[in-house]
């Protein structure tokens, strides 16, 4: 059903709303461009589908895989992420604003000069994602890997990384990215050897 639909909106207005799917799946597809409202994917697989320039508003990935997709200049609204995957995919300058993602596998992803405004990140992992240039506003993230992710002029003012993994994050010589970010005392130990710094 999936497929039909969107074999559909390519020849309207590239719009897909107010639809629930389950168990669909499509492959090396081309949505540059589509609107995406109150749609609800369960259990589906997106593999190597390009969504440039996309809108999602009020739309949910639920046991998803959306792994190796491109989503570049992709707005994301009132959106969620729930228990899926989305390994190695392309999010540079994207928009999410007050997205949730919980249980999500973004490891190796690239989000380079996002705009993340209300979002929570809850038991995810972000491991080796690029998440440089990224500007955060009200962001949450608990419980959350993000060893070795590249925040690379990205401030993490004021975000409480406390109960998260922060190993061998990539941030310059400074740590200018970590000024008034929230650590614990195992963390702070940590991240003192990387300006070289010995605690005794």
Do not use: P
């Not at 190695?88 to 928009?95: D, K, Q």
């Not at 919980?102 to 490891?107: H, P, S």
């Not at 608990?142 to 002029?153: M, N, R, Y």
């Not at 970010?181 to 070289?196: F, R, S």
């Amino acid at each position: 059903m999936l497929s039909e639909i969107i074999y559909a909106a390519f020849s309207g207005e590239m719009l897909i709303e107010d639809a629930a799917f389950e168990n669909e799946g499509v492959s090396a597809l081309d949505l540059s461009g589509f609107r995406f409202d109150s749609v609800r994917f369960v259990k589906c697989r997106f593999d190597g589908c390009e969504f440039n320039a996309a809108r999602f508003n009020s739309v949910s990935f639920e046991n998803s895989d959306i792994s190796n997709c491109r989503f570049k200049e992709s707005l994301w609204r009132k959106s969620v992420f729930l228990d899926s995957k989305a390994v190695g995919s392309c999010f540079i300058r994207a928009l999410f604003r007050d997205a949730a993602i919980t249980g999500c596998d973004f490891r190796y992803a690239n989000l380079d000069g996002m705009l993340w405004d209300g979002c929570e990140v809850r038991a995810s992992s972000f491991k080796e994602a690029v998440l440089s240039g990224v500007k955060f506003r009200r962001a949450l993230f608990h419980e959350t890997d993000l060893s070795a992710a590249d925040f690379f002029k990205s401030s993490l003012k004021g975000i409480d990384l406390s109960d998260c993994s922060i190993d061998a994050i990539a941030v310059s010589d400074t740590l200018a990215e970590l000024r008034g970010a929230k650590v614990n005392a195992a963390q702070a130990v940590e991240l003192a050897k990387l300006i070289g710094l010995s605690i005794v």
